[in-house]
């Protein structure tokens, strides 16, 4: 088996435009990937917001907490099944 070398002269005839388009595309991507993880965040942080305002409602109504909180329980069991905290890499299970 032969195994390309890598040489000063095979470096020397690339050209600098093609170090520049990988270069544009490593940043491109990890703007890509922080961009991600920020909406994830936002998202999460919501769900944070809407459970403050479910224990300030329970604690305002007292017993009456089950039926007039009941449609910011829903929104925030909803919010927890879908806005959870994600990274850029999936791995399948």
Request: net charge positive; charged share 40%; glycine share 2%.
């Amino acid at each position: 088996m032969k195994y390309k070398q890598t040489t000063k002269q095979s470096l020397a005839t690339a050209t600098m435009s093609e170090f520049a388009d990988k270069a544009e595309f490593i940043k491109s991507k990890l703007r890509e990937r922080e961009e991600f993880v920020r909406e994830s965040w936002v998202k999460a942080m919501e769900a944070r917001l809407v459970r403050d305002e479910l224990v300030k409602c329970h604690r305002l109504e007292g017993v009456n907490h089950l039926e007039n909180c009941r449609w910011l329980s829903d929104k925030y069991i909803s919010m927890l099944k879908e806005n959870k905290v994600k990274g850029y890499k999936k791995i399948d299970v």
